[in-house]
């Protein structure tokens, strides 16, 4: 048997957006925890949005605000998972050529 201590167990989910047209850097487009956090990622999903799990970066951009920009202190972390998934889409479209 397992006991968990909801308060520190509770997953989070921090969906951000970037558009240069908007702003300067990426920016907090969704933001929740335990069914919330759920229903952000499941949409996610959905929508053909890359899910990445660092659970370091969510605790860090969870106390933003929505349309708020991330920090720069964030911004090569940030850049890292990007980059990544840049990379996952690059080598897709190459598969399917």
């Known amino acids: 048997m397992k006991t968990l201590d909801k ?3 509770k997953k989070m ?3 951000l957006q970037y558009d240069s ?3 300067d850097a990426p920016f907090v487009v969704a933001k929740g925890k335990g069914i919330i956090a759920d229903n952000i990622i499941e949409e996610g999903i959905k929508e053909g949005i890359k899910i990445i799990e660092d ?3 969510v605790h860090s951009l969870i106390n933003l605000e929505i349309t708020q920009e991330i920090p720069e202190e964030l911004y ?3 850049a890292q998972i990007i980059s990544f998934i840049y990379g996952l889409d690059n080598e897709r479209e190459k598969y399917y050529e």
């Open 7 to 9: 308060k520190k167990d």
């Open 13 to 15: 989910a921090v969906a």
């Open 21 to 23: 047209d908007i702003k």
């Open 55 to 57: 659970k370091n970066l």
């Open 76 to 78: 090569a972390a940030v």
